[in-house]
């Protein structure tokens, strides 16, 4: 038998309005958010300056940058499908990326106060993850060959580098809640997403450096203090991700999904809203709508 996802405490609509309220209630999910999101970088860092940086032992035995990013969109694919499937990052969701929180804000599934946490967790987490990269590398992430991991425009400028983003982020949010609101696809969403993060670096980055996340853009761009097209990163992403929420409430005649996590059938409470019936659970047929 599965789990059975326990509900967060049941506070009152009036305290889940409240920053302080949420605060003491839900600091544990901002926490994980913010750890998830540090490690996530971590790894980008640590693995960038293992591919790339002139001092690797293995740089000089790959034969291009091209074999480098395939390299690399393995690597965070996996740190990807490790996060979600952590104890932190099935609690609070293993967003890692304020455009995926806003958008199921939009969808209804996050409170206020929640998205706003969630999201400086995750811009805090970024800028702590390159912090602790550069500390225990020794300033390896600062060489030219790496600036810090960061996603600038790619040979073609800023307007096809924009459109890249918002392209690749609205597929990534389709396919998640394409496949979370399906009862087969559903157990697997975390691979879905794992899988095309690998093949946007191997394939896009080129383009945008491959973002889709306002957050693991802002942590080494604070580094490396390149700021000229920070904004096509927290542009294009949100509304990319906005724009697949869109086309997926059509598609369903305004019905949401059921949650906002990428793994949320577990024995992990969960602060988010839930409405319909639980895609991985067949014999949960019965219409829903709580806010555990």
Not at 216 to 235: N, V
Not at 254 to 266: F, I, S, V
């Amino acid at each position: 038998m599965k789990p059975i996802t326990p509900y967060a405490p049941r506070e009152s609509q009036a305290d889940r309005s409240k920053a302080s309220d949420s605060l003491r209630f839900h600091w544990p999910e901002y926490m994980m958010e913010a750890g998830e999101s540090g490690f996530y970088l971590f790894s980008v860092c640590a693995v960038a300056t293992l591919l790339w940086h002139p001092a690797s032992p293995i740089q000089r035995h790959l034969a291009s940058d091209a074999v480098r990013r395939i390299y690399m969109g393995l690597a965070m694919g996996a740190t990807t499908i490790a996060i979600v499937l952590s104890p932190w990052g099935r609690q609070s969701g293993a967003h890692l990326n304020p455009a995926v929180t806003i958008t199921f804000y939009r969808l209804g599934k996050a409170a206020l106060w929640d998205t706003v946490f969630y999201c400086a967790a995750q811009l805090l987490g970024a800028v702590a993850g390159v912090a602790f990269a550069s500390l225990v590398l020794q300033g390896a992430p600062a060489h030219k060959a790496l600036r810090y991991a960061a996603t600038p425009p790619g040979i073609y400028g800023d307007t096809i580098a924009l459109v890249a983003e918002l392209a690749i982020s609205f597929i990534l949010m389709y396919v998640i809640l394409f496949a979370s609101d399906h009862e087969v696809l559903a157990p697997y969403t975390h691979y879905f997403a794992a899988i095309l993060a690998a093949i946007y670096i191997a394939f896009e980055s080129p383009l945008s450096g491959m973002s889709t996340n306002p957050a693991r853009t802002f942590g080494p761009a604070l580094f490396a203090s390149y700021w000229h097209a920070l904004w096509i990163y927290f542009i294009g992403p949100p509304l990319g991700m906005l724009a697949a929420a869109e086309v997926f409430l059509l598609a369903r005649e305004g019905n949401g999904p059921y949650c906002a996590k990428l793994h949320h059938h577990n024995n992990k409470r969960c602060i988010f809203r839930h409405s319909g019936p639980d895609p991985t659970t067949p014999a949960s047929r019965v219409s829903r709508f709580t806010f555990g």
